[in-house]
Structure formats: structure tokens, C-alpha cells
């Protein structure tokens, strides 16, 4: 804080021997060390309010700029998925139409070929059916 050589603390030291007294002094001295120390860690505190502050606003401003990054970003997306959301839309109101049109003419029931009776019908696990019997299984002693 202040920059006092030790040959300048004697004399003052000695001063204040003098004009206080040998009796006082120790308790002069004492009530001068608190009142260091109380102004130390009154500009400390200062010092830790001035900090936060500057950290505060510094938080402050890449706040600012994070939001900004942010507002461009959903803005240039926007502008890219615009046509991709139409496009969809165009798609999907296509294909409301298409399945609330009325259905063209099928052919009718009574002149669609009964399924044949010759294939062999197939079980998705079984896999084809064989006209075949299965061989028994061998032992095999």
C-alpha cells in the first residue's frame, strides 16, 4: 500500500515514544494495527464488489451475444426448412386428396379368377409346405 523504508518506521517510532508516552503507546499501537487491518479488509471487499461487477457485466454481454448467435441461427434454419415444410405440406395435401377421391371402377368379384388350388401354400416359419411325407428320423445307436 504505502511504500515506508524501516529507517522511516524508527523515526516515527521514535516520535511517537515521545509525544505519547512509553505508557500509551502499546495501546495506541494496538488500536493503529485493528484500524490497518479494518481499512485492509474494507478495500478488499471493495476490491471483490468492484470484481463481480465486471464479471457480471461481462457475463452480461456474451449473454448478449449468445442470444444473438442464437436468434440468427433459428433464422437462417427457418429460412432453409421453409420450402422443405411446404414441399410437405404439398405432399400431404396431395395425398388427402388422392385418398378422399372416389376409387376408379375395379373389376367385380364374380369375374376375378378363384385362387389356384395347386400351389403349395407357404408358412412364413415353416417355410413350403411338401407334398411329401417327412422321413422318420433316424436312431442312431
Same mark, same amino acid.
Given at each position: 500500500m504505502f511504500d515506508f523504508s524501516f529507517g522511516e518506521l524508527l523515526v516515527v517510532g521514535a516520535v511517537a515514544l515521545v509525544v505519547i508516552g512509553p505508557e500509551r503507546l502499546p495501546k495506541v499501537a494496538r488500536t493503529l494495527g485493528a484500524m490497518v487491518a479494518r481499512l485492509k479488509r474494507y478495500v478488499a471487499g471493495v476490491q471483490a /464488489?468492484? =470484481?463481480?461487477e465486471i /464479471?457480471? @457485466?461481462?457475463?452480461? =454481454?456474451?449473454?448478449a451475444e449468445m442470444k444473438a448467435t442464437g436468434r440468427q441461427?433459428? *433464422?437462417?434454419l427457418s429460412q432453409q426448412l421453409d420450402p422443405v415444410e411446404q414441399d410437405l405440406r404439398n405432399s400431404? =395435401? @396431395? $395425398? @388427402?386428396e388422392a385418398l378422399s377421391a372416389p376409387a376408379p371402377e375395379t $373389376? *367385380?368379384? $364374380?369375374?376375378?379368377?378363384p385362387p389356384v388350388a395347386d400351389q +403349395? =401354400?407357404? /408358412?412364413?416359419? $415353416?417355410?413350403?409346405? *411338401? +407334398?411329401?411325407k417327412p422321413r422318420p428320423a433316424r436312431d442312431r445307436r
Open positions: /464488489d468492484i =470484481q463481480r /464479471d457480471i @457485466d461481462n457475463l452480461r =454481454q456474451f449473454e441461427l433459428h *433464422s437462417e400431404l =395435401q @396431395d $395425398a @388427402d $373389376a *367385380s368379384p $364374380a369375374t376375378e379368377a +403349395p =401354400q407357404f /408358412d412364413l416359419f $415353416a417355410g413350403p409346405a *411338401s +407334398p411329401h
